[in-house]
């Protein structure tokens, strides 16, 4: 996949989850590289539904298919 693409899917689901950080406010750019590392390190992966056409990020513990 190319980085670009990859960089604004995760950062549209950084956008979208909208999950608190605790006592302090992470930046976009933060929690971006935080959910890169989990892809990279196969904490995460990224699913694709047919049925919906819609790309989302997901934990690996969490995924069925």
Request: charged content about 30%.
């Amino acid at each position: 996949m190319d980085p670009e693409t990859l960089d604004n899917l995760i950062e549209s689901f950084v956008l979208r989850e909208g999950t608190d950080y605790g006592e302090y406010e992470r930046s976009l750019a933060d929690k971006v590289a935080d959910v890169k590392q989990q892809l990279k390190r196969g904490e995460a992966v990224l699913v694709w539904s047919e049925l919906h056409e819609t790309v989302n990020i997901m934990p690996r513990a969490l995924f069925n298919g």
